[in-house]
C-alpha cells in the first residue's frame, strides 16, 4: 500500500481513538463487570425480605395476591429458585406513566408472600439496583441517564469505533507479519507500550468489531425498526406480536384456573429438552390474551438476552404458544437477530465464555487508554530541544494527558466506590440505590479536577492509589460485614458474592503494582516528558502526568 494512504489511514486511527478513547474505556470498563452482572445484584442484594413461599404452594399465592391487588395481574413474575437478589417468591413493578422507558429509577417494587393465616402479605420493596446502575453507565458511555439521546450518542462513539478498528488494521497491514507478537522489552519503554497495544488490538479484533457493529444496531435499534416497519411489514409488524383478538368479547378470567407453576414448568421442559427454566412471568393473567413466559437458559444453545430466553405458555391450558425467544428452538431469521444480543452479552456458552468476555473487556479498556498515552508520549519527539534546558510540552498534549488519566481512573474509582457504597449506605439512608449516582459522579468529578491541578503524573499516581484502595474496600467492606453484625449490613457467603470478593482482591493488586510502577516512571523518567515528575508547578507551567515513558 502506498506511504500516503497508510498515513492517512494512521491519521484516521488516532483521531477517532482520541475523540471515542475515553468514552469507550468507561463502556468497556463498566461492561467487563455487566458480564457478571448477576453476581454483583447477589453481592449487594439486602438480605430476603420476606420468607420464600413454597412452590407448591404459589397457586394460593397468586389467587390471594391479584385478589388483593388486581393491577398485579398486568404482569407479575414467580422466581424458581431462592437467591440473594429475590426479595419474594412473587414480585412485580409499577413503572410511572410519564417517565422515559429507560428510567428505571421511577419504578417501584412489589414482593408478596403469605402469612401465618395463609392470606397475603404485599410489601413494597428495595433490591438493589447497582448492578444496573453500572450497566448503564456501560450502555451511555458514562453518561448520567438511560434515554435515547444518550443511546444516539453512544452510536457515535461506536462508529468512531469501527472507524479507529478499520484504520488501525490497515496501518499495521505493512509490518503485520514481521510485528506480530513482537513484543520488544527493554528500556524504550514507548516501542514496548506500542507493541503491546498492536498485538492486543489484532488479537482480539473479532471481539471489538463484534461490539462496534452490535453497539451501533443497539443505539438505533428504534430507529431501524420503525424503518422496517414502514418497509416490509406495511405498518403492521407490531401486530405479529400480538395473539389473535378474541371474536367475542370475553368475561374475566379466574386466575385460580391456571395450572399450577410446576406444571407450566414441566410443560416448557418437555417442549425444549436441556432448557432450565428460572422464573415465570405472567400477563394478563385475567384477559382473554393471558401469557406466562417461561425464562431460562439452555447452555448448549444461544440465548437472546443476557438473563436468557424464554417459551410463551397458556397459562390455563398449558400450551405452548410461541418459541421465538427460545433457546435452542428460534426459527433462523430470530436466531439472526438473538445473534447480537448474544455476542454483545455473552449470552452463549456459559461461565467460560463470561470469563473470556470479562478478560477481553479489561483488554479492550486497556487499549483505549494506552493508545491516548502513546499519542501523548509521540508528541514529546518533536519538542525542540535546544539550549540544553527541558522542552515545555504543549498545552493540548498536557491537558488530554491530564484528561485520560482523571477520566479513566476516575471510572474505575467512582465504580469501586459505588459499589462499596451500595452496602454501607443502606439501612443509614431512606433508599441506598439513589446515593449511587452522587457517589459515583462526585468521586468521577473528583478525579478529573485532581488530574488538572495536579499534572497526570502526580495524580496519576495517587488515583492509581485511590483505585487500589476502592477496589480493596470491596472485600473489607463484606469482612466488615462478617465480623460487626450490629453494622446492619451483610455478607453472603454464595459462590457468586464470594467471587466479586475475590477478584476485587486482584484488582486491587493490580492497580497497587499499576500505582508503584507509575511512582517510579515519574521519579526516574526522562526529564522532558509528559509523564516525568521532575518537571515543578501545574498545567500551565507543564506539569507532569504518569503514563509510558519514551526513551
Not at 206 to 235: E, K, N, R
Not at 291 to 302: F, L, P
Not at 362 to 380: D, K, M, P, Q, T
Not at 429 to 435: E, I, K, L, S, T
Request: aromatic share 10%.
Amino acid at each position: 500500500m502506498r506511504t500516503e494512504f497508510v498515513r492517512i489511514y494512521k491519521a484516521v486511527h488516532t483521531w477517532t481513538g482520541i475523540i471515542a478513547g475515553m468514552a469507550l474505556f468507561i463502556a468497556f470498563y463498566a461492561g467487563a463487570l455487566t458480564v457478571f452482572k448477576e453476581p454483583l445484584a447477589r453481592w449487594a442484594a439486602p438480605p430476603a425480605a420476606m420468607p420464600a413461599v413454597a412452590l407448591e404452594d404459589t397457586p394460593q399465592l397468586i389467587a390471594r395476591v391479584l385478589a388483593a391487588d388486581p393491577m398485579a395481574a398486568r404482569d407479575f413474575t414467580i422466581h424458581l429458585t431462592d437467591t440473594e437478589q429475590v426479595p419474594g417468591r412473587m414480585g412485580w413493578q409499577v413503572r410511572d406513566p410519564d417517565a422515559d422507558e429507560h428510567d428505571e429509577t421511577s419504578v417501584r417494587h412489589y414482593a408478596a408472600t403469605l402469612d401465618a393465616d395463609g392470606q397475603a402479605r404485599i410489601e413494597s420493596v428495595h433490591p438493589s439496583q447497582l448492578a444496573s446502575f453500572i450497566d448503564v453507565l456501560h450502555r451511555v458511555v458514562g453518561l448520567p441517564v438511560d434515554s435515547d439521546p444518550n443511546r444516539w450518542v453512544m452510536g457515535i462513539i461506536a462508529v468512531l469505533y469501527a472507524l479507529a478498528l478499520v484504520s488501525g488494521v490497515v496501518v499495521l497491514l505493512p509490518s503485520l507479519v514481521k510485528d506480530f507478537f513482537a513484543l520488544r522489552v527493554g528500556r524504550n519503554l514507548k516501542r514496548m507500550w506500542l507493541d503491546a497495544h498492536n498485538v492486543v488490538g489484532i488479537v482480539s479484533l473479532p471481539f471489538h468489531l463484534v461490539m462496534a457493529l452490535t453497539a451501533v444496531v443497539f443505539a438505533y435499534h428504534d430507529g431501524i425498526y420503525v424503518v422496517q416497519d414502514s418497509v416490509i411489514h406495511d405498518g403492521k409488524w407490531g401486530t405479529a406480536f400480538q395473539r389473535p383478538p378474541p371474536s367475542t368479547a370475553a368475561p374475566t378470567r379466574d386466575p385460580a384456573a391456571m395450572l399450577p407453576p410446576l406444571e407450566l414448568v414441566a410443560r416448557a421442559k418437555a417442549f425444549a429438552p436441556g432448557f432450565e427454566p428460572t422464573l415465570l412471568q405472567y400477563q394478563q393473567v385475567t384477559g382473554p390474551r393471558a401469557v406466562v413466559r417461561v425464562w431460562g437458559k439452555d447452555a448448549a444453545a444461544v440465548s437472546p438476552r443476557a438473563r436468557g430466553g424464554f417459551a410463551a405458555l397458556d397459562p390455563y391450558s398449558g400450551k405452548v404458544i410461541g418459541n421465538d425467544f427460545l433457546p435452542g428452538r428460534q426459527s433462523t431469521p430470530n436466531l439472526f437477530i438473538s445473534s447480537f444480543f448474544a455476542l454483545h452479552m455473552a449470552a452463549f456458552g456459559g461461565t467460560p465464555v463470561q470469563w473470556m468476555y470479562f478478560v477481553l473487556g479489561l483488554a479492550g479498556a486497556w487499549l483505549f487508554y494506552s493508545g491516548n498515552l502513546l499519542w501523548v508520549e509521540s508528541r514529546r519527539r518533536k519538542q525542540p530541544r535546544s539550549g540544553g534546558g527541558v522542552p515545555a510540552q504543549r498545552r493540548d498534549v498536557r491537558l488530554l494527558a491530564a484528561a485520560t488519566v482523571g477520566v479513566c481512573l476516575g471510572c474505575v474509582c467512582g465504580i469501586s466506590v459505588s459499589i462499596v457504597g451500595s452496602k454501607w449506605a443502606y439501612g443509614l439512608v431512606g433508599d441506598a440505590d439513589a446515593w449511587l449516582r452522587p457517589l459515583y459522579y462526585s468521586c468521577f468529578f473528583g478525579c478529573i479536577a485532581w488530574a488538572f491541578m495536579r499534572g497526570a503524573a502526580r495524580a496519576g499516581v495517587s488515583l492509581l492509589w485511590l483505585a487500589a484502595a476502592s477496589t480493596l474496600a470491596i472485600p473489607l467492606t463484606s469482612c466488615v460485614a462478617v465480623l460487626m453484625p450490629g453494622l446492619n449490613m451483610w455478607a453472603h457467603t454464595s459462590p457468586s458474592s464470594l467471587g466479586v470478593d475475590m477478584t476485587a482482591c486482584v484488582g486491587a493488586l493490580a492497580f497497587g503494582w499499576m500505582a508503584k510502577a507509575a511512582a517510579r516512571r515519574a521519579r526516574h523518567g526522562a526529564p522532558d516528558s509528559v509523564w516525568s515528575g521532575k518537571q515543578e508547578g501545574g498545567l500551565g507551567e507543564g506539569a507532569p502526568g504518569a503514563g509510558v515513558q519514551a526513551k
